[in-house]
């Protein structure tokens, strides 16, 4: 079967494709197993892995989807408003984090461009101190762009760092920071 998609949503709800729950006929009240295999994928099986995996149970209370495990689902980096890749193999549904930010999301672009922004912002600090990165994070998430421009910002790879590189290379921003010290310096020293 090829490579399903669908969107996490809050509370780790996911829904399951028609082509999915067909291929394994799930129903309302079905149970799964749930564990993590090493390629930093979650499975879920029909039938209890071995003894020495830990695993989770997932019910089915509705047909369309169920509530994923929070504790795999964050040790794989994956949040609500992430796009993940669901594959049928062997009665078992391998589920990994996709590469693509999903442009139709049910949360809207906003909330995408947010939720991009949170992924990023979640990632360790390599350069820039977290306090610069979560105000970077404030303005680009808290300014009401334009649709043409949320949908470029969405699909800008590592946006979050793009921009403090930008801001650390920009000498307009220097020169306003360096006068900006500067006054309120002698503001300081004159009161």
Partial sequence: MPTATSILEQEYFLEFPVAVRKEMDIQIGDHFFAYRDPQQTLVLSRDRPSKSR???VVEFRVARGAILPYGFLHRMRI???DM?????????VAIQKSGEISLFSPLGRTATLEAKLRRELATPPRFFSQSFREDVYSVLALTEWREDTMLRLIQTPNLLQEVM???HTDDVFSIFFEQRVKDLT???VEK
């Fill in 54 to 56: 830990y695993c989770n």
């Fill in 84 to 92: 993940l890749e669901l594959t049928v193999e062997n009665n078992k």
């Fill in 165 to 167: 590189r930008s801001l």
């Fill in 79 to 81: 949040q609500p408003g």
């Fill in 186 to 188: 002698l503001e300081l």
